[in-house]
């Protein structure tokens, strides 16, 4: 078994490259770093258009991410507002809790600013393997349903 124990100052260390929005290799160190490839993605919900469970990180971003992010002029910058961690180790990896703050600016000029829970798993060699996305889904399909050209 791995030496790795998932804590407080690893995630916020990992979720740092997510506040880039100009610098993208920067951004994306985030997810090549710290997210695996084949992660379940899941944004809960019944009654919009992003929901739904995605089986590689590519599937999730052009669902989500890419979709959304025709709608604003950068990528959002997501910034940790509090971080749970479990203290022990689950049978299937380490879990956390992460509050994120997520602001843009829409094509419209008007301001985008939801707030996020992931509900994440980590494998043992510090890697996420599991999101459960919460947000406010309203905010989201409110924006995709803007003029994409402004």
Known sequence: MSSFKLTRDYILKAFEPLQETKDI???NSFFSDYVAPDVKW?????AHSLVGTWHSLQEHNDASFNH??????????????RALVD???A???????????????RRTGLSYNNEYVWLTRFNDQGKIV???????????EQ????????
């Open 68 to 81: 959304l992010g025709k709608k604003l002029t950068a990528p959002i910058k997501f910034v940790v507002t």
């Open 25 to 27: 290799t920067l951004r």
């Open 87 to 89: 203290g022990e180790r």
């Open 91 to 105: 049978d299937d990896g380490w879990w956390a809790c992460v509050e994120i703050a997520g602001e843009a600016t």
């Open 42 to 46: 899941t944004i809960t919900g019944s």
């Open 130 to 140: 599991e999101v459960r996305s919460y947000f406010d889904t309203m905010l989201s």
């Open 143 to 150: 924006v995709l349903a803007e003029p994409t050209e402004q």
